[in-house]
């Protein structure tokens, strides 16, 4: 089992940007997918961004050129660099971990909770 503990999240204007961060514990040699959700009030959990262990990396194509997903393995660390922000971006958003699934899959899942390790999650709130 993996422990997610997310940060970073804040208030922010559009067009601005944010850094989430997600330091990982526990067994997280059996990780494969490191990835990033997201859910807005009313709405279903939808996946946002990943990185598999051998660095392959995921994004919905709502976010692809605005954020970037990376880690750093030695401070067991998952980051989301978030810039041009969208007040469609606001949202609660959450760190996850699996250890089979890879990042491409996880994020099309319609209910992508049934599996994997989740942080509590982080808001952010972009403003117009």
């Known amino acids: 089992q993996v422990q997610l503990a997310e940060s970073g999240g804040g208030s922010v204007q559009s067009g601005g940007s944010l850094r989430l961060s997600c330091v990982a514990s526990?067994?997280?040699?059996?990780?494969?997918?490191m990835a990033w959700f997201r859910q807005a009030p009313g709405k279903e959990r939808e996946g946002v961004a990943g990185?598999?262990?051998?660095?392959?990396?995921s994004y919905a194509d709502s976010v692809k050129g605005r954020f970037t997903v990376s880690q750093d393995n030695a401070k067991s660390t998952l980051y989301l660099q978030m810039n041009s922000l969208k007040p469609d971006d606001t949202a609660m958003y959450y760190c996850?971990?699996?250890?089979?699934?890879?990042?491409?899959?996880?994020?099309?899942?319609?209910?992508?909770?049934?599996?994997?390790?989740w942080g509590q999650g982080t808001q952010v709130t972009v403003s117009s």
């Open positions: 990185i598999n262990s051998d660095g392959g990396t």
């Open positions: 526990g067994n997280t040699i059996r990780t494969y997918c």
């Open positions: 996850a971990a699996d250890p089979y699934l890879s990042c491409n899959s996880w994020l099309l899942e319609r209910a992508p909770t049934h599996r994997g390790s």
